[in-house]
């Protein structure tokens, strides 16, 4: 093989599983904005604990608010709803995503890629250990006056899913979920169907697994923060248990496994990245608003994030867990039981530990949210806890997930590098200074 | 003579210091960092290294054994008179630069009135300047523009009102003026600088007469003294604006750090509350950083919060904090937003509060905002090193020392005189580090 064709090879391996999203979410937008002529009828739910494969039994179109607030926050669109959000009387720490959705719909409810997004049919909440879904959706219930389902999810407090709760939440599917998901459609629920969601579920996430996991080669192929957003987008979002997701992640893959053989690294937005430097884990969402420039922070300077917890808000998987089809309705409940947010403190600081330990990272960065309590409540703890057991290094940054006003890069960039030239001097040993001044 | 450089380019002032090779500080050189890094660097730079050849000159002469006991005297006499000689020179280019500016129809009838103005604040300004350097005389600040404006101005209006010149013509081309002579890099004439200074002082100081020839001889040797200047360490807020090169760039977290475990070797614990950031740093026992925090998105509570206070007060920054000492009774205010400080202040005084309680209300809200940041980098450990420009101010220091006390218990709280150079010490270790191992610096 000569050198042309070896460099070309994965650019082309590269756009496959780019164009398949890219694909994927543009027909997705299409399906919500032509939902009116099809007919077909939409449910809004969230991130965290989406029982998309449960929605797709009942023919609904799964928006997801986040999602949106996400890509409004990538183009750059998401500032100026959320200032319409308070100009309608939200305060100004409400979480961003809430305001930049409703500042969204304020203007007339078009969606991130142009094209206008329907009103739901329902409402699933099917995540409760935010208390600020449920007041999301109190607002959009009060807007839009339909169907609201609350599947409660107890909090993992004890750092365990017991038989109790589990059964505590099939309860709730079967008298509650699916009888009103029935009614809202009009569709029947059929378990085969759900089994036939769950079996392609489970192939997608032994491969965003096998992705994820190829961190732990030095180098890193991936970047499992930053690329890592772009690659949980199909099965955090509205595509887990279609054969579109399945195909998706077996392309991408495929195409990290091919960097992992030719030794290379993780691709940025200006191409493959230079020497690996610093390997960090990051706990807490990235922020959209300055992502491009965010990264660049990282990538400039050789750091790679080889693992992060935010591409576990949407489902734990590398511990093992898989969408079940032989318990359909006990493993929606595990899933939505297992999620990242649902996990108790010490639980997410053995996760962050194990990390750092597992992929040999030099430490861990804290990107705390200033709007999201959910997340960074208890989070300088975890650091200290994590830094304390494996003895390496963190450190601590501010920013927000959609306000562009919470992003101040100078700071950033001031702490960022401050990080990095910390880990390489606890790297580069001990050299006593003393005995200096004059 | 291998010498390192650190330059902390703060948003506020910058700050250089040169070292040699076996860690010992050499000199220490500030200046306002204006808007132009770039000059800035290159003046305290400058001033580091005419600070080092007072170093040098202090070796020099302490081997001269007819002014044994006299070396500082003598050594603050010739720093006086080399700042002067300074000083003048900086003055002779204001001159020629407000002329330039007497121009255009503005100055259409009045152009040779206005040089004549001109020429004569001038003379009174040098003749004047000589007093402002003198043994004991006290200046408001070291910067030219400082001690050079504030005497245009009450001169300059001396002048116009004696001549029946508007005022504003004198103060228009001075405004035009002074940003360009500030910005204007130093003549480099050091040598001659301080060879005028010294037979200055030998006329001057008959007491050091007998010893003259000795003592032209060790400043002469002092100034020949070949500096080799291996390598330069940028760190602070201007850093990425200069034309330095990666390697030649720390973090002032890190800087800071070092510098407090140099001046300290037991720090395990550093403040610094600089112009515009508060930083609370953990740092090991051979001063690597462990942790930090910052503030962030708001400079509410930093040293600029002083500064305005001051103006708003129409007082020197360094008066602040002896007036914030006279109070025993200080007022409780919470918000150390710059932009209300003012609000607040007005308020409190038209409620007949007291100007130093107030103040003392303020010095202590600064320290609680800062105690906030360090328990959020991991809490005080002894020793407790406080650094940055506000640690020259005894007011934070009483407040901050309470604090201490009543949240983490008996510390031994450090500050160093020169705390201000803490950022700058630290860079030119690691700009020593750096020059001895050829690999930038790395193996720190």
Redesign the interface.
Known sequence: MNAAVAKAIPEIIKDNSMLKQKEMIAGHYDRLANAGETGHKVACTFVPGNLNELIMCFDLLNNLPEVNAIQNGLRKLSGSYVMEAEKNGHSEDVCTYVKSDLGMIARGNIGPYGKPLPDPDVLLLSYTGCFTFMKWFELLRERYNCETIMLHTPYKGDGEITQNMRDYMVKQLKEDVIPKLEKVSGVKFDIDRLRGYLKESAKAEDDLVAVLQSAKNKPSPIDAYFGGIYYIGPIFGAFRGTEDATEYYRYLRTEVEARVKQGLGPVTPDGDMGEEKYRLVVEGPPNYTSFRDFWKMFYEEGAVVVASSYTKVGGVYDFGFRHDPDHPLETLADYCLGVYTNRNLPERVKMLTNYVEEYQADGLLVNSIKSCNSFSAGQ?LIM?EV?KRTGK??????TDLVDPR?F?A??VK??L??YF??V???R??????????? | MRTFIGVDLGSTTTKAVMMDENQDVLGRGITNSRSNYDTACRVASLEARIDTRLTLCRRALSKVPAIKGKVGDFLAELERAFRLEQFLEQLDDLEDTCLGQVKGDRFAKVEDASKAALAEVFVRLRGEAAALFAPGAKRKSDFFRDIAGSRYLTVAESVAREVSLPYDLLLNVYDKSIIDVENRPPSEDMDGKFKRALEKVLVDAPEFDAAGDEIRQAVVDALEVVLDEVYLVGTGYGRVTLPFSKEHIRSEILCHGLGAHMMYPNTRTVLDIGGQDTKGIQVDENGIVENFQMNDRCAAGCGRYLGYIADEMNMGLHELGPMAMKSNRPARINSTCTVFAGAELRDRLSLGEQREDILAGLHRAIILRAMSIISRSGGIKDEFTFTGGVAKNDAAVRELAKLVKENYGEVTININPDSIYTGALGAAEFARRAGESGNGGEAS
Do not use: D, H, W
């Open positions: 300088l200290r830094e290094p963190a450190a601590f940054i501010e919470y101040s100078a700071n001031n702490r590098e401050s030239q910390m390489e001097q606890k580069a040993g001990k050299q006593p200074a003393v005995g200096a001044m004059a």
